[in-house]
């Protein structure tokens, strides 16, 4: 997930600066080897000089590689025929974050933006033999340090808010301070031959019954002018258009008309249609100058916010059908330098866990552009942030043409993804303003022009920059829109609800505060033993040591998880139980929410919870660990988010069963409730046929229970419920009691059928007694889909396990449930 800037401003013959390159400390004599691109934390571990930065206490002790200037070389010579080319240029892309870039000793640029490209002409400097290109970075925090003191009066979010660059690298309540410098994408030079096209995307303007308007949007650059003449494929169509290239930015804009389009639609709505597209641009003589390539969704997407009967709506349109979105906070999934694996597997895996939509949170970075084509490719929808989070950021003319830059990029780069539905300021700078006492210790007149550099940004120049350029896309200024302590933040917009952390509201009411559109909730949890002892020495490996305190940026979270895990679930009593049980916890707690939300279905018409993933070995909210592994989190979205969903729910001595379908079209489905107790007895059973459509909610049966209540020990009753519908079929186990106070029996598990895969292995896994949130054990090479899995008597589970171990017997599985962590003290 490598931020990648230019995917379309590298010409046919550029020239890539992949090898060769050194690093130093400035007051180094010698230079070393080194990779790129990396971060200087990266560079330093693989080459054994310092130690894992994720190790207890590396994190404190490595804030001196951010004290130093880092440099950085190459050395390359142009291509035999450079001398014919008419302009030779330098390409740079995601230099992290103050450089200054030198060739041949010639100071060509100075950078202060991770999240900006540059085009650089260089011929006056290019020598016919060897050239060396140095790039000398500034230490990021000293630095920041000078510019913050410069700045009229302290903004909120402090020094970080002068630096463009990733904001969560400067430490946050889920990651660890590591702001030492990056080099995220490699520099190179392209020879150009009378044209350079700078940017090529397709918008999708209008869509009728039997075609769809679009938009051909390009940017040529000559230093002359001339005719050229296009030819765009888009499938088996091809269309033709004249054209005048000129300066840089000179947008050349064309419309046209294609018959009877296939439309892209989000998973589970329809297809997700691609088309390929080819472009050429031919001289006036037709000769060939450039060709390029790229996809094409054809689709609308709109944000409504109408007002209504209850105060105004949040939902997403897409090709005019409204549309649940279900998804979660996606954060970097590195704190030093992007792994490097594959978007297209993490992204698929999304959609086979049945998500629509991502959130690319503002603290982050803006992905690769092999992220959005896997999102397009998947139909994964992405709610995009702009780079801005929890702060008030300067105002100034230099800063704001600097961001205003920086977002023009990103905008024309993502406009031609079919999977971009909404672009948004920040993430809670106006809640914090409003709600976390910021403007206290400011003067009126700070306050004033704080708040009128906020609006210059936020509310002027990125909007407008989105209209202009955006693709029809819609735009907020921030989310939310209302915090949890504004009345209105049920009613109107999109809200973070963090009453179940902060505030140690029970899950329970998690349940009743259903807003509009929920962008952020969440809760904390462990992630796997497995994942903690690569990083946490064996005599460590204790909830209380120091070691593991380091992997808690919270400030009590570990107290808040404890007094949550307390109200219903066994105590935790060493780190293997408090890393089921808090993950236990955090599964069954936010289901309560996701569920009411889909049940509220067209009142709310999205859930993304916080959050998706992880950037470090540490605890925090995320559903899935550092490294890849699903926690019970995500494994409960899998069923949560699944398109049918049917639920039991009891309010007091009240049962209520509800199925809400986000299908795009009306089908059957088959539903059986029964009641029964932990030992098999059976005190009710109800089964209907009911048809069911994509647009509302159905409640099937509400009944009073209190007479079966009565019959056995509550501790003891289940709540069953199965559904079918196609060739789709799933169930859902409800007690009537928190878990910890459940009267579950010993189950006997029983593997059958065990079978070698392709991936590992596959095999049916029974219980003999009704088992809750069984885990199978993984290790560093196995990871079991389900797990976490409710289990009943007569209906075995086909658990696929991923190895790439090729001997393997069933003896060797580990297997725990609730009643295990009941009774561990027994």
Request: charged fraction near 20%.
């Amino acid at each position: 997930m490598s931020l990648t800037a230019f995917q379309f401003l590298i010409a046919q013959d550029d020239m890539r600066l992949i090898t060769g390159w050194q690093y130093k400390a400035k007051e180094d004599q010698d230079w070393k080897d080194c990779q790129l691109p990396s971060s200087i934390y990266s560079i330093l571990e693989s080459q054994g000089l310092i130690p894992n930065p994720y190790l207890p206490g590396q994190e404190g002790i490595l804030q001196w590689v951010d004290q130093k200037t880092w440099m950085f070389r190459a050395f390359f010579q142009p291509d035999s025929s450079w001398k014919n080319n008419e302009k030779t240029e330098l390409l740079l892309s995601g230099l992290d974050v103050f450089a200054e870039v030198r060739l041949n000793g010639m100071t060509v640029v100075k950078t202060e933006n991770a999240f900006r490209s540059w085009t650089i002409p260089i011929d006056p400097w290019l020598k016919s033999d060897s050239n060396e290109l140095l790039i000398i970075f500034q230490p990021t925090f000293p630095e920041c340090i000078q510019r913050f003191k410069k700045l009229t009066a302290p903004l909120p979010g402090e020094e970080r808010v002068v630096a463009r660059t990733a904001q969560f690298r400067f430490g946050w309540d889920f990651a660890p301070r590591f702001t030492g410098c990056a080099i995220r994408q490699l520099p190179a030079i392209r020879h150009t031959r009378n044209i350079a096209l700078e940017n090529f995307r397709i918008h999708t303007l209008q869509i009728q019954e039997d075609q769809a308007e679009l938009e051909l949007i390009l940017n040529l650059r000559t230093e002359y002018s001339d005719t050229c003449f296009i030819q765009l494929i888009i499938g088996q169509d091809s269309f033709y258009f004249s054209g005048q290239s000129g300066n840089l930015m000179k947008e050349q804009r064309m419309r046209l008309t294609l018959r009877n389009p296939k439309l892209w639609w989000p998973s589970g709505q329809g297809s997700q249609h691609l088309y390929n597209c080819h472009l050429n641009i031919y001289n006036s003589d037709g000769v060939p100058l450039v060709s390029r390539t790229r996809t094409l969704g054809i689709r609308t997407i709109r944000l409504i916010q109408e007002p209504d009967e209850y105060g105004s709506s949040f939902q997403f349109m897409v090709n005019d059908r409204p549309v649940f979105m279900k998804g979660a906070n996606l954060v970097p999934d590195d704190a030093l330098s992007p792994l490097h694996t594959d978007p297209e597997v993490f992204i698929r895996s999304l959609q086979e866990s049945h998500f629509n939509m991502i959130r690319i949170w503002g603290g982050g970075t803006y992905e690769s552009d092999s992220f959005y084509q896997a999102c397009d490719q998947y139909g994964i929808l992405v709610w995009q942030d702009f780079m801005f989070a929890c702060a008030m950021y300067p105002g100034d003319d230099h800063f704001l043409e600097n961001v205003r830059e920086e977002a023009l990029q990103q905008i024309t780069r993502l406009s031609g993804y079919a999977c971009i539905a909404l672009w948004c300021g920040n993430n809670e700078n106006h809640e914090g303003w409003e709600r976390w006492g910021w403007q206290l210790t400011l003067t009126p007149k700070s306050r004033k022009r704080i708040w009128g550099d906020y609006e210059k940004l936020f509310l002027d120049i990125l909007p407008g920059l989105v209209s202009s350029y955006g693709n029809q896309c819609s735009y907020v200024d921030s989310s939310p829109k209302f915090g949890r302590g504004d009345s209105r933040f049920k009613k109107e917009g999109d809200a973070h609800d963090w009453g179940i952390w902060h505030d140690g509201l029970p899950f329970s009411e998690f349940a009743k505060r259903v807003p509009r559109f929920l962008s952020e909730a969440g809760f904390q949890s462990l992630p796997s033993v497995e994942i903690l002892s690569r990083y946490i020495p064996d005599q460590d490996l204790q909830i209380d040591s120091d070691a593991m305190k380091t992997r808690q940026k919270h400030r009590i979270g570990f107290n808040i998880m404890s007094d949550y895990i307390s109200r219903d679930l066994p105590e935790p009593k060493d780190v293997p139980s408090w890393s089921y049980l808090s993950q236990i916890n955090q599964a069954e707690g936010m289901a309560l929410g996701i569920k009411a939300h889909r049940l509220a279905k067209p009142y709310c018409m999205g859930t993304l919870y916080w959050q998706l993933n992880d950037c470090w070995p540490g605890i925090s909210w995320s559903g899935i660990e550092y490294g890849g592994r699903w926690k019970a989190m995500h494994h409960k979205a899998y069923h949560l988010y699944q398109p049918v969903l049917c639920t039991a729910q009891i309010k007091e001595k009240q049962l209520e069963l509800s199925v809400v379908s986000d299908l795009p079209h009306a089908d059957s489905i088959q539903v059986k409730l029964r009641i029964l107790d932990s030992e098999g007895r059976e005190f009710y059973s109800w089964a209907t046929q009911a048809l069911i459509s994509a647009d509302l909610p159905v409640r099937l049966l509400a009944m009073d229970i209190s007479e079966i209540m009565e019959l056995t020990k509550i501790s003891k009753i289940f709540v069953l419920t199965e559904w079918a519908y196609g060739s789709q079929s799933d169930y859902e186990l409800v007690p009537l009691v928190p878990l910890k106070e459940v009267a579950f029996k010993k189950a006997n598990f029983t593997i059958q059928d065990f079978k070698q895969t392709p991936n590992g292995f596959e095999f049916l896994l029974s219980t003999d007694q009704i088992a809750k949130s069984v885990y199978l054990g993984e290790t560093s090479d196995w990871r079991f889909y389900p797990n976490f899995i409710d289990l009943i008597p007569g209906r075995p589970m086909v658990v696929k396990l991923f190895t790439s171990s090729q001997q393997l017997t069933p003896d060797e599985l580990k297997i725990q449930s609730i009643f295990d962590f009941q009774n561990q003290n027994k």
